[in-house]
């Protein structure tokens, strides 16, 4: 029980702020203004110790399960979304001009030039973000749950049963380092197609 809750948490986490932090880049990129209006916010937010905010969560958003997942995700989309951005930023121009050249649209320049290019700081970003939404889930586990690992390193701590703790950490290492190995075969699976093809053509 305790572990389905914490890994389905952890996906869902791992899956929002992927979508929300490459969509939000996308924004960024497309209208910078926007992105220098929000960049010193975005610095704050990344820079501040998000277990601080976790008892202002609660508070705010109650002790719920939606509060684990705000917490796991303000953990990490902040940082994803200024890797995301940055590495948009430094997509070679000369391809974005022969779009333009031949009359592409900004949605031509985004799913030619700009997601191919950066395929490997996405899955980069995804192996970093896996681990801290895990950390976050825990966070947010510690504070705002009846299930979980770590509800249950928390009530392991407090009645003095040791092994649920000890347990529960192996566990976490255990699912970390699978998830992490997954999105390195990812990694590896897309060098090989790109190599593949590149010798291809």
Known sequence: LHVSV???ETALSFFMTMVISLFTA???WRFRWIYKLFEPYL????????SALAPLLIVWLGNKPRTILVVAV?????????????AFESVD????KLIQTLNGTKMHIVTKVLLPSTVL?????MKVNIGLCLVGVIIGEFLAARAGLGY???YGSQTFKMDYVVTSIVILCTAA?????LLTWAESAYNRYYLKNASAN
């Open 43 to 50: 610095i704050l937010l990344n820079s501040l110790p998000k």
């Open 26 to 28: 996308l924004l960024f």
């Open 177 to 181: 380092i699978v998830l992490y190995a």
């Open 93 to 96: 121009p000369e391809k974005i």
């Open 74 to 86: 303000s953990l990490a989309v902040f940082g994803a979304i200024l890797t995301l951005y940055h």
């Open 6 to 8: 914490t890994l389905k």
């Open 121 to 125: 700081v996405f899955i980069n970003n």
């Open 152 to 154: 249950l390193i928390i």
